[in-house]
Nanobody
Framework: QVQLVESGGGLVQAGGSLRLSCAAS????????MGWFRQAPGKEREFVAA???????????DYADSVKGRFTISRDDAKNTAYLQMDSLKAEDTAVYYC??????????????????WGQGTQVTVSS
């Protein structure tokens, strides 16, 4: 059974930074797409970023327009962990952030239902 555990959320002032981590356990992925989604109160869950990698090679990264240039997704094979570095945070980035893993077959990385495993979420609050 795959488990994804997020950490790194918290309260930060607008303009500040946070780094979220998503540690995967229970399975070694030959190839995987890791995604970050977020859900604000009263809103639908939305795509934030995704990264596809296999055997130390990153195939692609993808970002929502709202975070492009401010957020960076990355991974550490040795730690089986994905990261989301969030800079220049805005009040509208406030949400619960979820990481997810798609172990294949691979569909559009921005579509939540393509993902097989989900973490429990971590709260990010940006004060203005």
């Amino acid at each position: 059974q795959v488990q994804l555990v997020e950490s790194g959320g918290g309260l930060v002032q607008a303009g500040g930074s946070l780094r979220l981590s998503c540690a995967a356990s229970g399975r070694t992925f030959r190839r995987v797409v890791m995604g970050w989604f977020r859900q604000a109160p009263g809103k639908e869950r939305e795509f934030v970023a995704a990264i596809s990698w296999s055997g130390g090679i990153t195939y692609y990264t993808d970002y929502a327009d709202s975070v492009k240039g401010r957020f960076t997704i990355s991974r550490d094979d040795a730690k089986n962990t994905a990261y989301l570095q969030m800079d220049s945070l805005k009040a509208e980035d406030t949400a619960v952030y979820y990481c997810a893993a798609d172990a294949g077959p691979f569909g559009p990385p921005r579509v939540a239902r393509e993902y097989d495993y989900w973490g429990q979420g971590t709260q990010v609050t940006v004060s203005s």
